[in-house]
């Protein structure tokens, strides 16, 4: 490993921008002629749209266009769609109900867009949004899940009767049932995973700008797969062919999901930009975000464990009720089937699963993949089992899981997934270790002494990442192939560009693509760019979420410099006169292996160009591309140990430490993996005692604002401490699992069964807020 | 519409704006100055953090026109010309930013934030002291350390510059 290599912790490139206020973020962007745009927004939860006057708008100081959802369907703009196929277990397609950008018949939602306003200025036509008159008929809403499958539930959308959008079932029902009816004994819970709101501190925004002489569009957006979202928008949201679109996702200021998805904002500005004649920005204030950003979880699952005489689970069945708002988001369909059942298993060996799933209309914004996206939540599911379960059976929480790990590989579950390597009982030991579990009777007794309560819990999570070989979701009903590009660009002068499919709005690609490169030709991380986020710069690409990049991006960029590097020894065994078998390439020459001849690397590139002295019949130039397509998906996994202090008196909840020991298979900058794992356990704590997305009974988001909903604080959380061990993945050539989501799944879990403990208690409602605690202190006899 | 003048980064700038304008806008919309962000609308998030006479603000919570005659300092006037600031090479050095949207509000808080503590820092007192910004990427983890980096480093620097003046 060289200092600018795989496995060096290597300073960000991108960070000189970011530090000294030169980062450009979408709404950082000006066009010439740039006129700005408001939404109006539906301030009802369901209702109809009886009559919509927007003369007075019109009328305002500054208004260009007042536009609404009876013209944007006249002009043949398409409804949002689902990209992802799910059948019920009768066989019948999912329900999706009808999205228009702008709603014209009825609004389904607090926040639903129905009509934009451009503008001279952002006050303007925020003025201009609060003069449309909107005539509403009111309906009767419904928030909750399970309450919209009920009988008297009000119709969301035609097309889905009684709400349900799927019944979907993964894994053998009669043998799991028969393991239940087997069993020595049975863990039942009912588990609720709470609805959060991703809040990347970016809101979203969008600049549409429609050029008329050349009849061509142009997005900046922020996206964190702007390939799909200029496919999406031309295949299926009829705003211009894709050689017409151009989409750009610059600097993003983070995305957790919630920016994988297309809008109806993007759609609307490019449209509104047509139909106005101006360029036209839309940047969200955070209210809005709050209303229209995807949710993420809000599942609500009863789950049977059940264990033979010997403790080993025999079976588990789910029956889990998935929230999906009002409209169907792009990816919504894959997060609780796919991306959730098939983790069922965790890090255990069980020989039969069974899950049930309905997905449900509500009246609240759509929920779609956040961070972790239906892993997190089987790992809740499953964690708080297992915890409830060791209580149950008397035995330690930590040798449950030790005794039903699996420990041999590949291990094929009854739920799809096919594990290729791990070592679930290192990160255990390591986390133990660290955490000083045997030491934690000691400190709950000094505790106590201090009037505290004291807990301390275990999860132990795996998660899918990378996300699969395209006709393996192809077959599961993917819209999309979820395979990466990669072009890499060596100049005359040697210095080299990276294009490629990912998208960096955080992960530091910038940084660690260029790290392959010198790893691999020896040539200085400054002397190699990392160009993304622009369709018109970079090929065919899909993005990044899943924690993709490593396993999948990498692994394309891998694919083209091993073709580099099959044509750079070509050239310089050509100008050495030496065999192509013989050339090695070290420090920056590519050298006669056991001999000083050697051609400097910038010479050897020259030479590409020059095409003054090439092997017979090579074309000029050094520059080639790469697909990769996964072979499976990486299995990332660890164990994190959170321990708790309670103040009975308040129930206000200190983590006193809060330990990870994470697989994450090799890397190629720990530093940068660390940030990744600090900030994923920031979001899963988060969820446990901080956030959660309320809505009233009529619709109305309570939480819509930072004053309402509980963002974690510096001062909420500790400095963690984490470690990393590493059974490399055989799937890629790079041997990486990915870390982007890992604390966000494995956290939740955790800090819930340190409160359980602390408390003496089952369960406990997430967020565990100080009134809940508080609440839940109160209840127990023990006070 | 009001004349607003007032030096920012050492120069001397003016404008029009609507009496209404935030002084965020202002600098974001009227002078260019895109490095200072809006991340919400009721003053929590911190991204918009410079400083106005020296003190740390957020810039969505004052008027354009109320900072008329104040000299401001923006995280694109922090750096001593090519020399970053020994905050932002902190942030830098142990990675105390992902995506950056809140790290110009950050890196304007710590300043502030270590100038206000002479005596020095601890991670208590740093941690309870960012309570007004949010940072959604990195758990707080890493900008802590770098800002309690910073303060070591600042305090050394400050001592060479009392013992080079001595």
């Known amino acids: 490993m060289g200092i600018e290599g795989v496995g060096a912790r290597v300073a960000r490139k991108e960070d000189k921008r970011f530090i000294t206020g030169a980062g450009r973020y979408v709404d950082d962007m000006v066009v010439p002629g740039m006129k700005h745009a408001a939404f109006v927004r539906s301030p009802h939860a369901h209702a109809q749209i009886k009559k919509i006057d927007v003369k007075k708008a019109k009328a305002m100081p500054g208004v260009i266009g007042v536009l609404t959802g009876k013209e944007l369907k006249a002009d043949g703009i398409g409804n949002l769609i689902c990209g992802w196929m799910i059948h019920s277990k009768d066989g019948t397609p999912m329900k999706m109900g009808a999205w228009s950008p702008l709603a014209f018949d009825k609004v389904r939602y607090v926040g639903d867009a129905v009509v934009i306003v451009v503008a001279e200025t952002k006050g303007q036509a925020r003025d201009a949004a609060e003069a449309v008159d909107i005539t509403y008929k009111e309906l009767k809403a419904v928030v909750d899940a399970p309450k919209a499958l009920e009988r008297s539930a009000p119709q969301i959308h035609l097309e889905a009767d009684g709400n349900l959008i799927f019944d979907w079932e993964l894994g053998d029902s009669t043998a799991t049932n028969a393991a239940i009816k087997a069993a020595a004994h049975v863990t039942r819970m009912k588990i609720v995973n709470n609805r959060l709101v991703p809040n990347a501190m970016e809101p979203r925004a969008a600049l549409g700008h429609y050029d008329k002489a050349e009849d061509h569009y142009t997005c900046w957006t922020t996206s964190q797969n702007p390939h799909v979202a200029r496919l999406v928008m031309s295949a299926f949201y009829n705003v211009a062919p894709e050689n017409k679109l151009r989409v750009i996702a610059p600097d993003v200021g983070g995305g957790f999901g919630s920016k994988i998805f297309i809008y109806p904002e993007e759609i609307i500005c490019l449209w509104a930009s047509k139909k106005t004649g101006v360029p036209v920005k839309w940047v969200a204030d955070r209210t809005e975000s709050f209303l229209t950003d995807a949710h993420g979880r809000d599942h609500v699952s009863t789950v049977e464990m059940a264990f033979d005489k010997d403790n080993r689970i025999t079976g588990l069945k789910v029956d889990t009720i998935a929230n999906f708002g009002a409209y169907m988001s792009l990816f919504s369909s894959s997060v609780p089937t796919y991306l959730y059942a098939t983790l069922l298993s965790g890090q255990y060996d069980i020989p039969a699963i069974h899950a049930n799933v309905r997905a449900v209309y509500t009246n609240t914004a759509p929920v779609d993949a956040y961070r972790g996206a239906g892993r997190p939540e089987a790992t809740y599911l499953l964690e708080r089992t297992m915890e409830t379960a060791a209580r149950e059976l008397g035995v330690s929480p930590a040798e449950l899981r030790r005794k039903n790990f699996i420990t041999s590989f590949p291990h094929q579950t009854p739920v799809i997934m096919n594990y290729d390597a791990g070592d679930y009982g290192a990160s255990l030991d390591a986390a133990m270790k660290a955490s000083d579990y045997a030491g934690f009777a000691k400190r709950k007794a000094d505790a106590v002494k201090r009037g505290k309560l004291r807990g301390i819990g275990m999860s132990c999570y795996i998660e899918a990442c990378g996300i699969a070989p395209s006709a393996a979701v192809g077959s599961l009903g993917a819209g999309v192939g979820l395979w990466e590009s990669a072009e890499v660009r060596v100049n005359a002068v040697g210095t080299i560009e990276v294009l490629t499919g990912s998208h960096s709005h955080g992960q530091g690609h910038e940084t660690t693509f260029a790290q392959l490169v010198n790893e691999r030709f020896g040539v200085p991380i400054d002397s190699v760019s990392i160009v993304h986020g622009d369709t018109d710069k970079v090929q065919m690409g899909m993005g990044t979420y899943g924690s993709r990049s490593g396993a999948v991006g990498m692994s394309a960029i891998v694919k083209a410099l091993d073709k580099v590097e099959a044509k750079a020894k070509k050239i310089a065994a050509h100008l050495l006169e030496a065999d192509e078998g013989d050339i090695v390439i070290e420090n920056g020459a590519l050298k006669v292996a056991g001999t000083d001849k050697n051609v400097p690397w910038f010479q050897m590139a020259l030479a590409a160009y020059t095409a003054h002295n090439l092997p017979g019949g090579m074309e000029p130039g050094l520059k080639e591309t790469a697909f990769y397509d996964p072979s499976n998906f990486t299995f990332p996994a660890g164990c994190y140990i959170c321990e708790v202090e309670i103040d009975p008196e308040t129930g206000v909840t200190e983590i006193v430490q809060f330990v990870a020991a994470d697989d994450f298979g090799n890397i190629i900058n720990p530093m940068i993996v660390e940030g990744q794992v600090h900030g994923g356990i920031a979001q899963g704590v988060g969820q446990a005692l901080l956030e959660g997305a309320h809505y009233d009974a009529s619709g109305q988001l309570l939480t819509a604002s930072y004053m309402d909903y509980t963002m974690p604080r510096a001062d909420d959380l500790p400095s963690f401490k984490i470690s990393t061990s590493n059974t490399p993945c055989p799937g890629n050539p790079l041997g990486i699992k990915g870390c982007g989501e890992a604390g966000a799944i494995g956290s939740p879990p955790a800090v819930i069964n340190a409160i359980t403990d602390a408390i003496g208690i089952t369960d406990i409602a997430m967020p565990a807020s100080p009134s809940t605690v508080w609440a839940a202190i109160r209840a127990t006899t023990k006070h | ?166």
């Open chain 2, 1 to 166: 519409m009001s004349d607003i003048s007032l030096t920012v980064n050492g120069r001397r700038v003016s404008g029009a704006a609507e009496d209404r304008t935030l002084l965020v806008h202002f600098l974001r919309e009227n002078l260019g100055l895109t490095g200072t962000h809006v991340g919400c609308d009721t003053s929590q998030c911190g991204a918009c953090v410079v400083h106005v006479d020296g003190k740390a603000v957020k810039s969505c919570t004052m008027l354009a026109v109320q900072a008329s005659g104040s000299s401001v300092v923006t995280i694109e006037g922090l750096a001593d010309g090519a020399d970053l600031h020994p905050v932002q090479a902190a942030f830098k050095e142990h990675h105390g930013l992902q995506c950056g949207f809140c790290t110009p509000g950050m890196i304007m808080a710590a300043t502030d934030m270590i100038a206000r503590h002479p005596e020095g820092l601890d991670e208590a007192t740093v941690r309870a002291e960012l309570e007004g910004n949010i940072c959604r990427c990195t758990g707080y983890h890493n900008i802590v350390k770098a800002i309690l980096a910073a303060s070591k480093t600042m305090a050394k620097g400050s001592k060479g510059k009392a013992r080079q003046a001595a």
